[in-house]
């Protein structure tokens, strides 16, 4: 709800209207609008207190800009901001009539590519944003320890996951492929832990019988499976259903593998001093012990 006197074009975004007060903030404002700004719109998405802490400033000045841009208070400010970036993802990436005009391509490419154009527009379609959200605090939080472990097809995305979480926070474990040795892991999680699983068909029943488990430990499962729905779906905190079937003998993952690179930003984004701390200590670490050299 817009203050009285308010007068905001009904396309105006969060952005336009900072920008159109730019000239009426105070010292403290500046900075929270040059952070609201630095990674927009993912940056007003976290809690205010976080938020007011990566600005320097304290919680009233955040209340205070949110109304002094028209809102109510910070929590209709950040519905703005969410529906801002709902509606972004949902943006149609490729339409078939989109395609260049006279572009000559292979007719297997151009059906491969089609397909899977369609499967990403789908897959973001399908995405909660209200999950997505808190599957971004949960693996943000230091507090809980992260396994991952996908399957045949899906264990690449998996490791990809991991290696960039490891990098962003502690606390991050990829499992080993071989399940003689899962036990190993098993004993070290709890109702603190969290559990991802990427599991599309044709589903493992090794993965399941981990994620029953690890449930069984009252750890929180999040899986990664395909339109279909793994059985693990049953009994996980967290699905996300992406669409994987194309014209191959195998499954396309691009779509799971949107979904996590969106993750990847949004932990990034609320976690902000420590992880860019993290990662210029491992860029250190590279550096002395000279693993890459120029």
Not at 5 to 33: I, N, W
Not at 51 to 62: E, F
Not at 125 to 147: E, G, H, I, M, S
Request: charged share 25%.
């Amino acid at each position: 709800m817009l203050q009285k006197g308010a007068h905001v074009r009904r396309s105006e975004t969060l952005k336009d209207r900072l920008k159109d007060k730019a000239s009426q903030l105070t010292p403290a404002e500046r900075f929270l609008s040059d952070t609201l700004l630095k990674d927009y719109p993912m940056s007003g998405l976290q809690s205010i207190t976080k938020l007011a802490d990566a600005a320097g400033v304290s919680t009233p000045s955040v209340i205070r800009l949110a109304r002094k841009l028209g809102f109510d208070g910070f929590p209709e400010m950040q519905a703005a901001l969410r529906e801002e970036a709902s509606a972004q993802i949902k943006k149609p990436i490729l339409k078939r009539e989109g395609w260049p005009e006279g572009r000559k391509d292979s007719p297997a490419f151009r059906n491969f590519a089609e397909t899977v154009f369609e499967n990403l527009d789908q897959t973001i379609k399908r995405l909660d944003p209200a999950t997505f959200d808190a599957l971004a605090k949960a693996l943000a939080d230091t507090q809980r320890n992260v396994f991952l472990l996908g399957g045949r097809i899906t264990r690449s995305n998996a490791d990809y996951f991991f290696n960039h979480l490891q990098i962003i926070r502690p606390g991050v474990t990829l499992l080993s492929q071989s399940p003689n040795v899962w036990p190993q892991y098993l004993i070290d999680m709890g109702p603190s832990s969290v559990l991802v699983i990427f599991d599309i068909r044709r589903y493992e029943a090794d993965l399941a019988r981990l994620a029953d488990l690890a449930k069984q430990r009252g750890v929180v499962i999040v899986l990664f499976t395909d339109q279909w729905g793994s059985p693990i779906s049953k009994s996980a905190d967290y699905v996300i259903n992406a669409l994987v079937e194309v014209p191959s003998s195998w499954d396309s993952t691009l779509g799971i593998n949107l979904i996590v690179e969106a993750l990847i930003a949004a932990i990034q984004t609320q976690r902000l001093e420590k992880a860019r701390d993290r990662i210029e200590a491992l860029e250190d670490m590279f550096r002395s012990t000279r693993i890459f050299r120029k």
